[in-house]
């Protein structure tokens, strides 16, 4: 007689399952790429019981310190991808630079690429990018491909002269790649790489924005509030949700946006709109990111789905989850690396100064200028929530000591 | 010159780290036992840049599926525990079946145990537990151990009679090692094993309660709310957080009986008091477990601090984080297996469903009456946030077709 209303919650022995990969049926996502986006996208994952196998280019990088299941390879390789994707019943990135070539190659052998190469490539060619968002009507600032230095020259007298700004069509990241150039003569740098260039306006914005939504095979997507970003010295330092002070009709605006951007391109997944809020009230498109992105890592405790399990959600095309706030307010600090090198030890003061505090840490040597790592604040009332954020981002650092 | 203003949060090229494990400053948390516990414990601690060794029976384990490091090995053998601990700066597990002599031993070595086993006896040993909560005041139901059926009647005669609840001191989980006697001729089953028998007065009780307080080696602590724990043929199967109904009065009580038993046993860690609540208004201690708990599943979407995040930090000496909950209402209904071995394709049916769903799955194969996952929900409205905590983990077990 077994004692039915007594017993407790509890813990089978250990040993006692011994066949569990017999399941089949539960998806395998692949991933390639092991930084801090695939290590925060397993962590999503894990609840949903899928199996994560991940491309990591060593193992020591980030997500490869978490991961089970861990292929250390070199994705500009084929063969290397594909023997990875052979396991996999979808294959979704970290960063944006698998070669179109490679993706196209996946895609014949059968394996869904999400999001696929004819999308991809608007997140990696800058120029691509520009003359798609133009085709499909998305504002964005005035620009064009220049040849050299004096086609640079010739750009600017087609609007208000200089500054403009170049971009380097590819490779591009947290400032590289990109110049502010005054004249003719700080031109010339830009075009040294041999590598296209993009000319584009200096926007004189009010802030930056970013506009995130998820976007699944059959067409299911959600929207996240539009957030401010606030950078520094051209990385990423801060994130508000949702953007302060900003007009229903600019939010709704930059969501549709996004959706209809995400829409005309056939992305799956992640979708991030980076935008411009100019002075006279407008939002231009700045750039797009086809992956969780810096911009969404508020939604990891700010949220009520975040955008690395919406991620997953999509690229196995599954409904998608809610995208609303958790709380009124909830603000993101990167967290850098400075001169000091034991963020565990600071770990003592920041939790005991905010027992609320997130802190998300990437596996990553502490290295100046470097992300990290991020914290996560949430709250009612936006200066009480920066604060804590903003502390305990600088105390991790260094720059703050009390 | 840089493009300050104008550069993106985006993600550094993959490969630019490669010395990762270099870092000295984090420390290692190892586990023991593969379970869904240790599953979800790495989980809580990727976010703190840790790293979490799993010493694990099989390479299929529900956390051995999913961590990043894994030594596979029997938790009996001092020798694999002892080359498993000496990476490790705390040692930790996910279930109570390490034999106190080992745990002494690694002690010995140097190596920090939380819970120790001066603790963790009471949660392996219900005779010593009863008998320890019996020296410090904390209210039981009426108990001894029996030598032998005709122990029971005469212990039954002590009292009001039958039925008497019997319990083997060690081994039993879920239902298994505990029967609900009605004659002495019913007592002979528990002798069988030659394991001693505990006998317990079949409590007259209202519901089951847990206080689920978390306590670190510098004697922080942090108290959940009281939880309801309902139980069916044995096993629990939904937990309502904070308890309905539960008197301030009551739930202080509840609270303030946890951390005493923490303080006066040296608990380290989560520690799980169930309770029962009787019919007389009163709280009773059922039974004790020193890691991350069922009753506590609740907390990984309904608090500010999830039970493992506070495990993980309470076993590194750390600051604990805010138990408070983030809604009016958390229930967590457990997922059992049932006849319907496809649980991946009802996530289609769920997430549509109720797109504020929180599924959590185990990587466990589907056994009849096996925990395989559980779901949690969070509203304002506890009626419809238990309709759809019921109806999806109904619908994943297959025994809710629409």
Redesign the interface.
Known sequence: ???????????????A???????V???VVGMV?????A??T??AG????I??KLL???P???A?????E?VVGD?RDLETLRAFARGCDVITF??E?VPTEHLRALEADGIPVRPGPDALVHAQDKGVMRARLTEIGAPCPRHRLVADPADVTAFAAEGDGFPV???TVRG?????G?????SEA?AAEPFRAGVPVLA?E?VP?RREL?ANIVRSPHGQAVAYPVVE?R?V????DT?IAPAPGLSEELSGQAQELALRIADELGVVGHL?V?LFETEDGRVLV??L?M?P???GHWTMDGA??SQFANHV?AVLD?????PRP?APWTVMCNVLGGDY?????A??HC??RD?????????????PG??V?HVNTYGDDLDAVLERARHAAGYLRGTITE
């Not at 090198?341 to 030890?345: C, S, T, V, W």
């Open positions: 007689m077994s004692g039915r209303r007594h017993a407790e919650c509890g813990t089978p022995e250990p040993g399952w011994a066949d569990t990969l017999d399941r049926t539960f998806p790429g092991g930084g801090q986006l290590r925060m397993h962590e894990i609840p949903l019981g199996r994560f990591s280019d060593t020591q990088d980030s490869a310190q978490v991961a089970g861990v994705y970290d960063h630079h700004v170049l971009k591009g990241y947290d400032g590289k990109v110049w502010v150039v005054r700080d584009e200096m914005f970013a970003s950078q010295d051209g990385v990423c994130v991030a980076e700045n750039e990111a992956r992105h810096n911009s009520v789905t959600r599954l409904p998608l989850g809610d958790r090198p034991d963020m565990y030890a770990y003592l939790m005991a027992p609320q505090l997130k802190i998300h840490m990437y596996g990553k040597d502490v290295k470097r992300k790592g």
